[in-house]
């Protein structure tokens, strides 16, 4: 076992649950190999909410960090002793990096939607004069780092499709802290969706695949769409997207871009992009 330029062995780790199908293990070694951490390790946790907090506390001191996946972002940021702006904005936290004073904890997702948008370019067309509005279907834990990484690239408009508006309370908000311009639609395939969805920069669909595959007909028509989902793939929304000769990326890309930010957290080093990428999506 080689020494790292840390000098020593460090530890890192997903806490989720259900665990076992987390595709975090692979990313993250794949970038500490290329980074030449050959000493450091990342593993999986089984971990609810409840058990968060004793689970951190108690890690060996060789842990330098972890991600936080379902069901437990709200815990992590409630347990930690350091919080980031955008965290504490989003109301929940997938990294904990330890700190002098405990732990630190940020909410990567949001880079991970970022870079997602700007795989399909949305970004560039917002730069560029497009009309920035866009349509976020579902109203759970991804909704808000969504609406947080739209803001950021300058969209002045969010259509927030969800079941039911008081559910959806939390992320409009969110829009109204970010000033962002906001509107509640039903969670139907009707025509007004269909509308909103050919007219918008970009969608983003953060449900579950048969929730999607409801309004997959309205959605269809949005020229790039952003599906949450990676397993299985294409989710029936993504097969409607390119079927409808729209451009489509899915999880996987949100999961990569938001590992990106997590693996110079825990390192301090830049994030080996092309190793990540390769282990993650071969074909890309």
């Known amino acids: 076992m080689s020494v790292s330029p840390h000098g020593d062995r460090r530890r890192a780790a997903v806490l989720g649950s259900p665990i076992a199908h987390s595709k975090s293990p692979a990313v993250h070694m794949a970038a500490y190999r290329a980074l030449g951490l050959d000493d450091w390790t990342y593993d999986r946790i089984e971990c609810t909410a409840e058990q968060l907090p004793a689970v951190v506390s108690g890690a060996d001191p060789a842990f330098?960090?972890?991600?936080?996946?379902?069901?437990?972002?709200?815990?992590?940021?409630?347990?930690?002793?350091?919080?980031?702006?955008?965290?504490?904005?989003?109301?929940?936290?997938?990294?904990?990096?330890?700190?002098?004073?405990?732990?630190?904890?940020?909410?990567?997702?949001?880079?991970?939607?970022?870079?997602?948008?700007?795989?399909?370019?949305?970004?560039?067309?917002?730069?560029?004069?497009?009309?920035?509005?866009a349509v976020v279907v579902g109203a759970?834990?991804?909704?808000?780092?969504?609406?947080?990484a739209l803001a950021g690239i300058g969209v002045q408009k969010i259509a927030v499709v969800a079941r039911d508006e008081g559910r959806a309370a939390n992320v409009l908000d969110l829009c109204d802290r970010l000033d962002v311009e906001r509107e509640f639609v039903p969670f139907e395939p009707t025509p007004d969706l269909e509308r909103r969805s050919r007219e918008a920069a970009v969608?983003?669909?953060?449900?579950?695949?048969?929730?999607?595959?409801?309004?997959?007909?309205?959605?269809?028509?949005?020229?790039?769409?952003?599906?949450?989902?990676?397993?299985?793939?294409?989710?029936?929304?993504?097969?409607?997207?390119?079927?409808?000769?729209?451009?489509?990326?899915?999880?996987l890309v949100m999961l990569l871009h938001q590992a990106f930010r997590q693996v110079e957290l825990f390192t301090g080093l830049p994030a080996p992009r092309e190793a990540m990428r390769k282990v993650l999506i071969p074909e890309g």
């Not at 409607?240 to 000769?245: E, F």
């Open 140 to 148: 759970g834990g991804t909704a808000r780092p969504t609406v947080m």
């Open 203 to 251: 969608v983003v669909s953060t449900v579950p695949a048969p929730a999607a595959a409801v309004v997959a007909p309205a959605l269809a028509h949005g020229g790039r769409v952003i599906d949450v989902i990676y397993d299985p793939w294409p989710t029936p929304l993504a097969q409607a997207v390119s079927d409808a000769g729209g451009e489509v990326v899915g999880g």
């Open 64 to 133: 330098v960090g972890f991600s936080v996946t379902m069901p437990n972002k709200l815990a992590a940021l409630e347990f930690a002793t350091e919080r980031t702006e955008r965290a504490e904005l989003v109301g929940s936290a997938n990294t904990l990096v330890r700190s002098p004073n405990g732990w630190h904890a940020d909410c990567t997702d949001i880079d991970g939607m970022s870079g997602a948008l700007s795989e399909l370019g949305v970004d560039a067309e917002i730069a560029g004069g497009a009309a920035p509005e």
